[in-house]
């Protein structure tokens, strides 16, 4: 199995890009659909530019509505790299 995080384009509209997340570790593997808003992706693409910056680097990227669930604050998806 490859090691690796893909982002591939499927479908936008005025306000939305979708893409296909997907990830692996060697051990596991997953992808997922996601909404992003438009300019989120360059905005992450600025975030994790350069990662890593040094041993204790650590980014969060996070797509998608907020919405509350059992009383916690969710992202529809979210990424974080360490």
Known sequence: MDRGLTVEYLYHDADIVEVRVSAANGVFAGSAAV???RG?????ADLVKDFPAGRLDKRELAWGAMKILAD????EYSMHFS
């Open 35 to 37: 909404y992003v808003a």
């Open 40 to 44: 989120e992706l360059r905005e992450s």
């Open 72 to 75: 916690e604050l969710s992202r």
